[in-house]
């Protein structure tokens, strides 16, 4: 199994919707991020926590907000989704204590019609 | 801010040759730089990471330099194979937080 899991993989949805991205960790990391990469933009830090309770906004927050609900999960919402939030997503981790090396999921591709 | 480039956007090369990939970055005032390797539609898996206070690490047939004072990091792929081929992505950490990405340069090894 993955150490760091999202659902969904794929998501289909329309203008409007509220949409849910979660991630799972088992790595024991205490810091987790997301990140949205669109073809020729490279990768965007949308939000990060570093404990259960802290939570920080990254470059492109605006649209999303998350949830830390336990060190292990943190989750991204679309409160409204719209098309040009059409996007692959990843959840990242890190170990505060072992030099800043960052471990990917295998990303939530969601389209927005 | 820092600036993330990646040079060749894209290479070909055939299976067998040594490569060289490029990343240069504008702030030297960096904490670590790390390499990826990412499969289309998947996700980043990490390769390489380098902290600022060294020159090189090595994993295999990988090896990653890293010029903190000229801005440059290289990934040089000893005797490449069609499985090597994929995007690589360099990352520049400057700041907790702060991890700028490049654009990535897209590898293809032909057989």
């Known amino acids: 199994d993955a150490d760091v899991t999202q659902t969904p993989r794929n998501r289909i949805t329309k203008t409007g919707k509220r949409i849910m991205l979660e991630c799972s960790q088992t790595k024991g990391h205490d810091r987790m991020y997301w990140y949205r990469q669109d073809p020729g933009l490279g990768l965007q830090l949308i939000y990060y926590s570093f404990d259960v309770k802290d939570i920080n906004k990254g470059e492109i927050s605006d649209g999303y907000s998350v949830s830390r609900q336990a060190q292990a999960k943190f989750s991204l919402s679309l409160e409204s989704a719209i098309p040009n939030q059409t996007a692959l997503y990843f959840c990242?981790?890190?170990?505060?204590?072992?030099?800043?090396?960052?471990?990917f999921g295998e990303g939530s591709r969601l389209t927005v019609l | 801010k820092q600036e993330v480039t990646q040079i060749p956007a894209a290479l070909s090369v055939p299976e067998g040759e040594n490569l060289v990939l490029n990343c240069s970055f504008t702030?030297?005032?960096?904490?670590?730089l790390q390499w990826f390797r990412q499969d289309p539609g998947k996700g980043l898996t990490s390769l390489l990471l380098?902290?600022?206070?060294?020159r090189e690490q090595t994993s295999g047939r990988l090896n990653a330099s890293l010029d903190k004072s000229s801005g440059r990091s290289t990934l040089y792929i000893a005797a490449s194979q069609p499985g090597d081929s994929a995007t690589y992505l360099c990352a520049v950490r400057t700041g907790y937080s702060t991890l700028t990405f490049g654009k990535g340069t897209m590898l293809l090894v032909s057989p």
């Open positions: 702030d030297s005032a960096i904490y670590n």
């Open positions: 380098i902290q600022s206070s060294q």
């Open positions: 990242a981790t890190s170990d505060s204590r072992e030099a800043g090396e960052l471990f």
